[in-house]
């Protein structure tokens, strides 16, 4: 059974940091290609960022590029969500999600996504 378990979010002011973690576990996380989405109240569900399986490709959306940095330690078959200069607009539930194994493909769309976590709220406050 695969699962994917968010953690680290919460509250926090504008302008500090939060760092998000994704365990995964019920297969070969290393060979996976993941990514970051969000969904604020009201929205669809966004793309944030994402990272190869070969971890040689990174990717986010504009917004958050230069403020946020996505790694993985393929030991502890997790990922990470670094967040830097959190503005209000950050506001929303982050879900980690993994793409395919050894491919990058269709890294930014959601349907190219296979297994989600079940999410978690981060809220940002001025």
């Known amino acids: 059974q695969v699962q994917l378990v968010e953690s680290g979010g919460g509250s926090v002011q504008a302008g500090d940091s939060l760092r998000l973690s994704c365990a995964v576990s019920g297969l070969t996380f290393s060979i996976w290609s993941m990514g970051w989405f969000r969904q604020a109240p009201g929205k669809e569900r966004e793309f944030v960022g994402g990272?190869?399986?070969?971890?040689?490709?990174?990717h986010y959306m504009d917004s958050v590029e230069g403020r946020f940095t996505i790694s993985r330690d393929n030991t502890k078959n997790t990922i990470y969500l670094e967040m830097n200069s959190l503005k209000p607009e950050d506001t929303a539930i982050y879900y980690c999600?993994?793409?395919?194994?050894?491919?990058?493909?269709?890294?930014?769309?959601?349907?190219?996504?296979?297994?989600w976590g079940q999410g978690v709220q981060v809220t940002v406050s001025s």
């Open positions: 999600a993994m793409n395919r194994p050894y491919s990058n493909y269709g890294m930014r769309e959601e349907r190219s996504y296979n297994y």
């Open positions: 990272i190869s399986w070969s971890s040689d490709e990174l």
